[in-house]
């Protein structure tokens, strides 16, 4: 045996891998040779200083906050597949509504002496990812993400007074809604509303403007859509529409033109958003 | 509870079935994730989402592997997306620093707060086989379950996180030709 295939399975032999035969092969060769002996005993000194790990303290409101989240969105989990396995049918029809109200918190003072949430970001990349591939599963898996409740659209409004958004019951190009949602991320309240039209779907989603957006590998742009000045995500035929103004960032998620009919999708849920909107603040990770 | 009756009640959603699941993993669960973001508050958040979603899948549950082992699965999964989402990379400066106050050749950097310091400059694959071998001590086949590879490549990739973490001490075998990789800590995987 050579140094050099020695080295190769030092590694194993310090962590006890190797098999009786190999391990008595590298033995007669440490014997002989004093650098892979030396090497050796370095391996084995830093490995036992990562051995040596310090004890860790678990947050004691960890658990509490697993129970709160099992006692929400995770027993309605069962209830929102069994009505997206209906939905599945029409995954392959054109545009995926899929309208999902994030609950957002930032890191920012609410007030005098009012409290800081949690800063967290709003996490689109595992949906876009999976959006190919089967975009109700993706939107199933991102609504049990954040805490989704179906609710009438009038309740998703009023549960998130500080956004400013509107879930028409009818959108232009005769999008109809089929459901909305509230969404929870910490502290925060959002809004979501999935419409369909002859089998095909839209979302649309509702959010504080946070500092950061994820969107994993997917990489956005800015874009003008109609009236507003947004940014976009494109994942094949689907692109996901973020435009955002002083109290909410509305976001749709869809295979519509953005010069015909995504203009005035937009206009409809955010109608009182100011035209050519600046998206300032609201910045995206990738 | 046995591992069997733990099982069977989580599945039916038995509240204590959870509970006891979690007061048996938890430290291990939050220390791997604290480890692997170095962040205390992407830690917290990450091991409910784990425990979330093993909640919600144990009904997937076939024994294939220990209950912790496909704990750990689920959890170094959703530190590595989110990782990825994050897009860290290793903080070269301090590793220069770092390297620049080693001793020279023929001494050893032995200490546990410079290894682990070293460790927290690692790529991110780097540092979570190392930390799952040595850390959590698990074994290479249970490794391979963990990242879902083969046992096989679980010893090359722990060489080459070794070989690394060393390029960051600064000290060992062949250091010449391997501080001109050093360079490349920064390459995407």
């Not at chain 1, 140094?3 to 194993?12: D, I, M, N, P, W």
């Not at chain 1, 060769?29 to 030396?38: N, Q």
């Not at chain 1, 309740?155 to 509230?182: C, H, N, V, W």
């Not at chain 1, 800015?222 to 994942?235: F, L, N, S, T």
Request: hydrophobic share 40%; glycine share 6%; with cysteine.
């Amino acid at each position: 045996m050579n140094c050099l295939s020695a080295r190769e399975s030092l590694g194993a032999y310090l962590d006890g891998e190797l098999p009786v035969e190999a391990r008595a092969t590298i033995e007669s060769h440490l014997a002989e040779c004093p650098t892979c002996a030396s090497e050796l005993e370095f391996m084995r000194s830093f490995t036992a200083s990562l051995s040596e790990s310090t004890a860790v303290q678990v947050p004691t409101q960890l658990w509490d906050e697993i129970e709160r989240r099992l006692d929400g969105p995770v027993q309605r989990e069962f209830t929102l597949r069994n009505r997206f396995l209906g939905v599945r049918r029409y995954a392959l029809a054109a545009s995926v509504l899929i309208a999902v109200g994030l609950g957002t918190w930032a890191l920012f003072s609410l007030g005098s002496g009012a409290s800081v949430a949690r800063a967290s970001t709003v996490d689109f990349s595992a949906l876009l990812d999976a959006l190919p591939k089967d975009s109700v599963a993706a939107f199933e898996e991102f609504l049990n993400r954040y805490n989704a409740r179906p609710v009438l659209a009038s309740e998703a409004k009023s549960s998130a007074p500080q956004l400013d958004f509107e879930i028409p019951a009818m959108l232009p190009g005769g999008f109809r809604l089929e459901r909305a949602y509230t969404l929870r991320f910490g502290d925060e309240t959002g809004a979501a509303a999935r419409y369909s039209r002859n089998g095909e779907f839209l979302g649309a989603i509702f959010h504080r403007p946070v500092h950061r957006e994820e969107f994993g590998t997917h990489k956005d742009y800015e874009c003008v859509i109609g009236q507003h000045r947004g940014h976009a995500v494109a994942v094949g035929d689907w692109k996901l529409v973020h435009v955002t103004d002083a109290s909410t960032c509305h976001c749709v998620l869809s295979k519509l033109d953005d010069r015909s009919e995504l203009p005035e999708v937009l206009k409809a849920v955010a109608p009182r958003s100011m035209p050519q909107s600046d998206t300032k603040g609201h910045s995206s990770g990738h | 509870m046995t591992d069997a009756e733990l099982i069977k009640g989580c599945k039916c959603g038995d509240r204590e079935a959870q509970h006891e699941l979690y007061v048996r993993t938890s430290e291990k669960i939050y220390r791997l994730l604290l480890r692997m973001t170095r962040n205390p508050d992407a830690a917290f958040d990450l091991a409910q989402d784990a425990y979330l979603r093993a909640f919600s899948r144990i009904g997937q549950f076939n024994g294939d592997s220990s209950l912790g082992t496909w704990l750990y699965r689920i959890a170094v999964n959703e530190a590595l997306q989110f990782m990825r989402r994050k897009g860290t990379r290793p903080l070269l400066s301090e590793a220069s620093s770092l390297e620049a106050s080693t001793p020279s050749e023929g001494e050893r950097i032995t200490t546990r707060m410079d290894v682990n310091a070293a460790l927290d400059l690692l790529e991110t694959s780097d540092r979570t086989i190392l930390v799952l071998r040595y850390q959590e001590g698990l074994d290479y086949r249970e490794i391979a379950d963990v990242l879902n590879c083969a046992a096989g490549t679980v010893a090359s990739r722990l060489n080459r996180a070794r070989d690394r973490l060393r390029q960051v001490l600064g000290g060992g075998y062949g250091i010449s030709e391997d501080m001109a990789e050093a360079r490349h800590l920064t390459d995407a995987e």
